[in-house]
């Protein structure tokens, strides 16, 4: 576990940092501070898009639905839970399909559907998913992991993220939130930020982390995907 004084140390990093970058993913990607990186540009290049239309989200997100409108639909390999994103910032979404287009999140299938939508497409789909964003609470009944001191600062007392680039954590899938500090930690989500802090961290505490964040209130859900003849669920 690290001493107090480090952890100290890391949230003021946090506090500066956040200043100078607009998060992505799980995490964040640098863009408000200037960078000139072409894997730092996804705010900008979402800007250009028009105003969100829900509508036209719903119409052209039935292969996103193949997996993220099945409610408990687990990735093949390796197996954890693909998230839940009703509730999510919209804005969060958009980034994080931009990371999937430019190769900063290593998953070749998301990799591969981002890679066919544009710049429209993509905040479609994201105001699609999302819905309402969940409302924050202002904290969380259970016992904070000590190693929660650094994430409080980003995504908040109770885990929804206080800025609509952050992400929401509280409610998410435990093995999803495991699995994608895991990616930051090794390198498979590549964020400045992200990775720092997950360097830190034990595969205990993000362990730790992830269970408390999964518990909490408010939660995301599953958008349900329309029902087809090859679906397993009778029409309601």
Known sequence: ???????????????LVTNALSISALGFAADS????????????AAATAGPADV???????????GCHGVSGYRNAYPNYSVPKLVGQHPDYIVSALHAYRAGER????????????????IVDIAAFFAGTPVASKGGSSAQ???AAGVCVACHGPDGVGSSPVLPTLSGQHQD????ALHEYKYGGRK?????TFATQLSDEQIELLATYYSRGQPT???VERPYTRFGTRPER
């Open 220 to 222: 995301l859900d599953t």
């Open 1 to 15: 576990m690290k001493s107090m004084n480090s952890w100290v140390r890391a949230v003021a990093t946090a506090a």
């Open 176 to 179: 999803y939130l495991a699995r």
């Open 106 to 121: 290593s998953h070749p299938t998301m990799h591969a559907q981002s890679e066919t939508l544009s710049d429209q497409d």
């Open 191 to 195: 964020n400045p930020v992200m990775g």
């Open 55 to 65: 509508a036209r989200g719903k119409a052209i997100s039935y292969t996103c639905l």
């Open 33 to 44: 501070a200037g960078s000139t990186s072409s894997k730092s540009e996804a705010p900008a």
């Open 144 to 146: 904070v992991p000590a």
